[in-house]
């Protein structure tokens, strides 16, 4: 078997035992699972793109390591924690938004009907901040979050002209985190297990990387 396949499959066995570990709500499966995630599917990145004798693209590598950092410092509880690991998941955007720029996401979304994206974005993105400004104010999370948001939101956008998967995986990531700001803003309580936030944090993740690499293999 080939070695990037075997750390995907064991991305995949981490990624099903961090989702039951939110389920039932076990810190010690969520942490001895949660900080292996990004680093199998960063792992797994490089190594197709050795198989396949091309380069891996840096910025997606760094992305994915600075959301592993991310997932880290928010295994911690406290604002500083969260302040710290909203900030990595920046960064993370950053190397998302350069790299899909750098590749030319913009020329490609000047064109009907992908010019509606960034604008349906653009929208979602003030709606949802104008619903939980005022809990965020008081928690004093507000101008950090509508930084973050902004970010969080251009990597959906932009992810959107590289193929279907990458831009599943970019609005599965909005969705991950506006149902964090939610909880924090405790506007609204999701039905269910709490298993929403890391399935879609998990599979947008996938779709991003995965969605690249095909982009780049075709």
């Given at each position: 078997?080939?070695?990037d396949r075997l750390v995907l499959g064991l991305f995949g066995v981490a990624s099903a035992l961090n989702v039951i570990a939110a389920g039932i709500g076990s810190k010690p499966l969520d942490w001895a699972t949660k900080p292996l995630l990004l680093p199998l599917l960063a792992l797994w990145f490089y190594l197709n793109h050795r198989a396949r004798g091309v380069a891996p693209t840096t910025g997606i590598l760094a992305a994915?390591?600075?959301?592993?950092?991310?997932?880290v410092a928010l295994q911690f509880a406290g604002t500083t924690a969260f302040i710290g690991g909203m900030a990595l998941f920046g960064a993370a955007h950053v190397c998302y938004v350069t790299t899909f720029v750098r590749h030319?996401?913009?020329?490609r979304m000047r064109a009907m009907p992908l010019l509606l994206v960034p604008i349906g974005y653009a929208v979602f993105l003030v709606g949802a901040l104008t619903?939980?400004?005022?809990?965020?104010?008081?928690?004093g999370l507000a101008v950090p979050?509508?930084?973050?948001?902004?970010?969080?939101s251009s990597t959906a956008a932009l992810a959107a002209?590289?193929?279907w998967r990458t831009a599943l995986g970019g609005g599965l990531f909005l969705i991950s985190d506006l149902l964090?700001?939610?909880?924090?803003?405790?506007?609204?309580?999701?039905?269910g297990p709490p298993v929403w936030v890391m399935v879609t944090y998990i599979a947008a993740q996938f779709l991003l990387a995965t969605g690249w690499v095909s982009r780049r293999a075709a």
């Open positions: 078997m080939r070695a994915l390591l600075f959301s592993w950092a991310g997932d030319g996401a913009l020329a619903w939980l400004w005022p809990a965020l104010s008081e928690a979050m509508a930084v973050y948001g902004t970010l969080l002209a590289f193929g964090i700001a939610v909880r924090v803003a405790d506007a609204f309580t999701i039905p």
